[in-house]
C-alpha cells in the first residue's frame, strides 16, 4: 500500500459522504433508539387522532350502522349554522378581553417582583399557587364570589353600589369569566417572565442607576426591550391557547346567558357530545386546526427571524 493511501484512510469523511452517514448513524444509534418511545407515542396520540379527524369530517359518524361518505356536506353545515358565527364572534371577544385584561397581568408581576429586595420567594409562591388549584375547585369558588349574596356583592352593598349580575347578566358574564382565568392562569406566566427578567445582565442596570436612571427608566429602556421576544412568543401562544377556551364557559355557564359566552371550541363539544353529530364537529374542528396551524408558522417564523 502506497503512502498516499495511508494518508487518504487516515482522512476523517467529508460530511454529507457515506461513510459520514454511517458512522454517524453508528454514534447516534442508542440515541436514536431512546427517542423510538417518544416518537411512537405522538404519533399514536397526536397525529393520528388528527389523520383520522380529517377523515371523519367527510362522513356521518355512526358506531352502530356504521360511518357514511358525505363529501363536504358537514362543512356545508358547519359555515350555515348561525351559532357557528356567533361563536366565532363570542371567541374573537373573549380573546381581545383576555388579551386586555390578562395579558400584562404576568409581565408586570414578574417586573414587580424582580424589583423586591425582600419576600420575594414568598411572593412568587404566592402568585403561583392559584395554578395549581383543581379546576373543579376554581369553578365553585368563583362561582360562590360572584353569587348575588356572594363576598363581591355584598362588599358593593357595604359600600353603598348596586349588586352586579356576573353570571346572569350578558354585559358581566364573558368578563367574569375573564378575570377569574387571569387570577388562575397569571402565576405560570409570571414565572416564566421573571426567569427571562432575572437572566438580564445586572451590570445594565447597575449602569442605568449610576446615570441617574429611575425604576421607570430601568423598565422602559432595559427590562421590556430585553423581554420583547418573549412577550411576542407568549402573545401567539396566548392566541392560540384563548382560541381553544371552553372549560370556564361550559362548567359555569354552559355557554349563556343567551349564548354570550358560546366560544368556538364549546360549540364543537356540543355538536360532538350533545348533539352527537361527530362528523360536523370534526369539520369544524379541522377548520379551527387550518387556522391555528397558519399562526403556528408565523410564530415559527417570527421566532426564526429573531434568530
Known sequence: MNQTAILNDELPAKPGSKPYKQNRWKKNFWGYM?????LVIFIMFMWVPIFKGFLYSFYTVDFVKGNTFVGFDNYATALTDPDVLIAVKNTLYYMLLCLVVGFWVPIAFAIAISELRRFGGVVRVAAYLPYVMPAVVLYGLWRWLYDPVGPINALLGTLGADQIPFLTDSRWSMLSLVFMETWQQFGSGMLIYLAAVLSIPRDWYEAAEIDGAGVWARIRHITLPSLRNLIVLMLILQIIATSQGYQSQLALLDGGPNKTTLT??????????????????????MLMFIVLGGLGILQFKLGKEDN
Not at 431512546?34 to 417518544?38: D, E, G
Not at 368556538?264 to 374542528?285: E, H, M, N, R
Open 34 to 38: 431512546f427517542l423510538v418511545p417518544a
Open 264 to 285: 368556538y371550541a364549546l360549540l364543537i363539544v356540543k355538536y360532538a357530545f350533545t348533539q352527537l353529530d361527530y362528523g360536523t364537529a370534526t369539520a369544524l374542528g
